[in-house]
């Protein structure tokens, strides 16, 4: 029998121990696993995966695909054409999904098929205790609460200004139904520059979940924040230190202009690529970088807006 929801997880180089939380949460899922299949995307690790090495052969209908092309996007894209379901869960390595997920995502969009893509509540599980600090900068790690109430955002012809709502679904835990995933898939496939918006290597570029958003939101689909989809977001140690964070908000907002560029939503001003380097050294004195961990990680920030601003072209 075909699986109604097919999860994807991709991944390069995992963690063990959060990979075997990732798993024992879908292992310890309410729908049953007939209804659903799992697919893990091994997108180049150093030593291939199986379904033995990584304590899945629990799952029937699991199986391992190798994509030997470096990034997230190009995982997603691997597992969305490996899959059966209509529709597809896309789970990150270092995500346990509350457990009821599964059953949340298959009754939302039951009653809700203008639905395109919907996610939830991610709460984080500190490998540490973070420093007060860090508190700012929890939309950088993927961690989002916004409240019990539901909301739903679509194009509409009578609103001229086209946005990406906060509560937009974010890659951990975001639900597609299968045809709006085609669509995507279609529309990316032969575009470099968005194949290349997401992590690749090294890379902390994070666009790609934003880019599913505003491709489903121009083709007439909804997107939807629906607080009884919950995730634990495991954070390890080396995440929450000031380096990883300015890393993080650099590439972050650098990729932010690239992602809304190439929806046509242009809030800024490119700017000159020879004024890339003063206008960081009139933040640096604005942001004033040396007085603590915030200040340096939003000066970062905005040194990776203004290199995006500068890509741009006319």
Not at 39 to 56: E, H, Q
Not at 169 to 178: F, S, T
Not at 184 to 213: E, F, H
Request: proline share 5%; aromatic share 10%; hydrophobic share 40%.
């Amino acid at each position: 029998m075909k699986p109604y929801i097919s999860v994807i997880i991709p991944t390069h180089n995992p963690h063990p121990i959060r990979l075997s939380r990732t798993l024992a949460g879908l292992q310890n899922q309410s729908l049953p696993t007939i209804e659903w299949e799992l697919i893990i995307v091994d997108n180049g690790s150093s030593t291939p995966l199986n379904l033995n090495t990584i304590n899945a052969t629990w799952h029937s209908l699991g199986q391992v695909i190798r994509e030997d092309r470096l990034g997230l996007t190009r995982a997603r894209l691997a597992g969305i054409q490996a899959s059966q379901g209509n529709l597809l869960v896309f789970v990150d390595d270092d995500n346990v999904l509350e457990r009821h997920y599964l059953e949340q995502v298959k009754e939302i969009f039951h009653h809700s098929s203008h639905l395109g893509a919907i996610g939830g509540k991610s709460i984080p599980e500190f490998e540490v205790q973070p420093e007060a600090w860090v508190d700012h900068f929890w939309g950088c790690l993927a961690l989002r609460d916004f409240g019990n109430q539901s909301h739903v955002y679509a194009y509409a012809d009578t609103v001229p200004e086209r946005q990406h709502p906060q509560f937009a679904p974010i890659g951990a835990g975001m639900a597609l139904q299968r045809s709006a995933a085609e669509q995507y898939v279609s529309s990316i496939i032969s575009n470099p520059k968005r194949l290349a918006l997401d992590r690749t290597g090294r890379s902390l570029q994070s666009g790609g979940d934003c880019d599913i958003n505003l491709t489903l939101l121009e083709v007439g689909w909804s997107i939807g924040y629906f607080p009884q989809l919950q995730l634990t977001h495991l954070i390890s140690a080396d995440r929450l230190t000031k380096e990883y964070l300015a890393r993080l908000n650099y590439a972050s907002s650098r990729s932010w202009v690239q992602v809304l560029n190439a929806h046509q939503i242009r809030p800024w001003q490119r700017i000159p690529r020879w004024s890339v380097m003063p206008r960081k050294l009139k933040a640096w004195l604005s942001y004033q970088p040396w007085q603590s961990a915030t200040h340096y990680i939003r000066w970062q920030g905005a040194c990776g807006l203004y290199e995006g601003l500068g890509t741009l072209s006319d």
